[in-house]
């Protein structure tokens, strides 16, 4: 189980910097065609634009699993912890006014819930 939580906790960090970089993304200004041909076989402009869907999908799959969470304290620790690190662990054992050890519990039960969640998204 120990492994699954790291893995998980690795996805929602990448989910978080996904979002960075669509964003990022977002605020180019829309590509220009010159209509001059390019000897290269590869266009840059199609392949940023096909990069910018497959995140975007990336994002709707994380996005629609951690939707389905209805438990606030999971959804404070998933959102606010551990994607927009908001607070460290002793804060957000405050916020929960929880102990550390119940803090880990259900963050690791945050975790299994997301984990599930994500599954039925990726199979539906």
């Not at 120990?2 to 929602?12: A, E, G, M």
Request: a positive charge; hydrophobic letters at 35%.
């Amino acid at each position: 189980m120990r492994q699954d939580v790291k893995k998980i906790c690795n996805l929602l960090k990448q989910y978080a910097k996904l979002k960075r970089d669509l964003t990022t993304f977002n605020q180019v200004s829309s590509p220009s065609f010159d209509g001059v041909s390019s000897h290269s076989s590869r266009n840059g402009t199609e392949s940023r634009l096909v990069n910018h869907v497959d995140l975007s999908y990336q994002l709707k799959e994380v996005e629609d699993a951690l939707n389905t969470i209805d438990d606030p304290q999971y959804q404070f620790i998933l959102h606010d912890y551990i994607i927009e690190k908001r607070f460290n662990r002793n804060e957000a054992c405050n916020q929960l006014s929880v102990s550390v050890s119940k803090f880990n519990y259900l963050k690791n039960r945050a975790l299994e819930v997301f984990k599930l969640n994500y599954l039925r998204t990726l199979y539906i």
